[in-house]
């Protein structure tokens, strides 16, 4: 198989053909029995999480927020989902990876990078912590993403666009009188989002220009009511409620990751001075599919000992009779199973091999090492596969949190010969005792917890892991940055509530009227919306900040292709790069 290298001399090690049969054939017919079972779904747990210190937690969502204005483009089984990481070997280096762009698609989005962040080296000290200069950036800011990411916008205008007369007729004709202000909120989203749409022949700063006030006015209508009622409409996989909620929360999130962006350049200056941004090859698809067996029973005696083969006989049997055989053979034809290496753990590979070089002048971290620990953002919530090879990794780098899903395309990173082998190995050995007992569960239950979407559908403030509800773009983040020692526990225990809510307040009430054009944020995933009105700040932390999320795109299902069915014996030679 054909693999592409960050680095000369590079000796990728094989994997023997047994632990590739192995590892592939759980995750085959996990992915398998979620189709089956896709009636009895049950909910994934919320992807919110308290990272801890509110320092570090900034940071990580900083992280995530750059590669989720990287990752341009909606399926294409997932392209130009990214990853990133800043290291520091006495200049910081942006390390930025995609699933499958290309090399003219890698230096594209590594020049689009490197302008933002130069955009924020360019600004003084005092322009940063002034609102009426914070504006201009933003805008300024704003305009080049939405640019960049036309592709994956124009997707979410379209459906958005596609669904919303429904909810607009739908809200109207509820007799609550939050159903007329639903659907008051929803109808003035329409014209501007056909004049984005009638743009899209036009220049990309031409489209941006149009997209910009229309995120401007789903963010004033953000929060109360309509946030809630889109919740409480069916949440089936059908509802045009569902896709509305989604895509809005999807185009919002663009006004988060910039708030981010800014608020970081406030809070670490240095990321902004003197630094570089790289890019590392995405790799190529496997073109030698392990063979794996066809069958549930084949691949259930596999995983099987004395105790439970009678019971997995009696699954087999079952979901035999449910045609799982042909779903099997469906998901490992070589023309559909052709697992790629995600922009995460093709990352991290990298860095390590890096931190490996025998002739580097100087140790390479982490930036901030020491307080931050070792992570990898990323344009979207880590499939499961990410995650559980994280999860297993002996460096103890963190990548985001998963969302849960099962993507069969995946492989392990390539590896620098034999010498990494060995942990190479045990890594996937523990995958492959994961995956199984994942089979079990499923079994079992018959149910597989997964999302519709890789990415959430709420934004949040990664400050008060709560929706945010700030409507005003001001010098409220420069008070987040100062609230570096405050916990989040205690600001819920409420030791904290009060003062920080008053100066919030006092904050927001000296502002003038327009600065509620530059506007709260959300996150990755988000998708909430209201009526326009004044909004204090919830909760106590309630900040244009916000947290990490995904972006949504799907890496589109992996297909499994791979041929057949037995045990090989080990075979080196024949061997092949998971």
């Known amino acids: ?317 079952t979901l035999e009779d449910q045609s799982i055989n042909k779903l099997i053979s469906k998901r490992v034809r070589p023309d559909r199973f052709q697992p790629i290496v995600h922009a995460e753990t093709n990352l991290l590979a990298s860095v390590l091999r890096s931190q490996a070089m025998p002739d580097r002048d100087g140790p390479l971290r982490f930036f901030n090492q020491a307080e931050f620990g070792m992570y990898i953002g990323a344009s979207k919530p880590s499939c499961k596969l990410c995650k559980l090879y994280f999860d297993a990794h002996p460096s103890g780098v963190k990548c985001r949190d998963t969302h849960g899903n099962l993507y069969p395309n995946w492989r392990a990173p390539d590896l620098d010969g034999a010498r990494f082998e060995k942990d190479r190995n045990q890594i996937l050995e523990r995958m492959v005792k994961d995956m199984r007992n994942q089979v079990d569960s499923a079994l079992h239950s018959h149910s597989y917890p997964g999302r519709r979407n890789d990415s959430r559908d709420t934004p949040t403030n990664p400050l008060s892991d709560t929706v945010m509800e700030v409507h005003f773009f001001s010098e409220i983040d420069d008070v987040a940055s100062r609230m570096g020692n405050l916990s989040v526990a205690s600001v819920r225990a409420g030791s904290g509530t009060s003062s920080v809510s008053g100066l919030l307040r006092a904050q927001a009430q000296g502002l003038d009227s327009a600065s509620t054009t530059g506007q709260a944020d959300d996150d990755h995933n988000g998708s909430r919306e209201t009526t326009p009105q004044p909004v204090t700040p919830k909760r106590g932390v309630a900040v244009d900040n916000v947290d990490g999320d995904s972006d949504e795109e799907e890496e589109d299902d992996d297909d499994d292709d791979d041929d057949d069915d037995d045990d090989d014996p080990d075979n080196e030679k024949g061997g092949a790069l998971l």
């Open 1 to 317: 198989m054909s693999a592409t290298n960050d680095a000369d001399g590079f000796d990728p090690a094989f994997l023997s053909p047994s632990l590739r049969k192995r590892f592939y054939e759980p995750i085959i017919l996990l992915d398998v029995l979620g189709s089956i079972y896709r009636n009895n779904v049950v909910d994934a747990p919320d992807l919110e999480s308290d990272w801890g210190k509110p320092q570090q937690q900034q940071y990580f969502v900083f992280l995530n927020k750059l590669a989720q204005i990287c990752d341009s483009q909606k399926g294409d089984l997932g392209k130009t989902c990214s990853a990133i990481v800043i290291l520091d070997s006495g200049t910081l280096e942006y390390r930025l990876a995609s699933n499958r762009r290309d090399e003219h698609e890698l230096n594209t989005a590594r020049d689009y990078l490197k302008g933002i962040l130069n955009d924020l080296r360019n600004v003084s000290d005092s322009e940063i912590n002034q609102a009426k200069a914070k504006r201009a950036i933003f805008s300024r800011i704003l305009q080049k993403v939405l640019a960049f990411n036309r592709p994956r916008l124009e997707h979410y205008l379209r459906k958005l666009l596609s669904k919303l007369q429904f909810c607009i007729d739908y809200a109207a004709d509820d007799e609550a009188e939050e159903g007329g202000q639903v659907s008051q909120a929803l109808e003035q989203l329409r014209p501007r989002i056909e004049a984005a749409l009638t743009s899209l022949p036009s220049r990309g700063d031409e489209f941006a220009r149009h997209v910009e006030p229309l995120l401007r006015t789903i963010n004033k209508s953000y929060g109360s009511p309509l946030d809630g009622y889109m919740k409480r409409r069916p949440q089936d996989a059908d509802s045009p409620w569902n896709d509305v909620r989604h895509a809005l929360g999807r185009l919002l999130s663009y006004f988060i990751a910039i708030r981010v962006i800014i608020v970081a350049r406030s809070n670490w200056p240095r990321l902004f001075e003197d630094f570089e941004v790289t890019t590392i090859p995405s790799t190529e698809p496997l073109d030698d599919p392990p063979d794996v067996r066809r069958t549930a029973k084949g691949i259930l005696q596999r995983m099987s000992n004395k105790s439970n083969l009678e019971l997995y006989m009696s699954h087999a049997k």
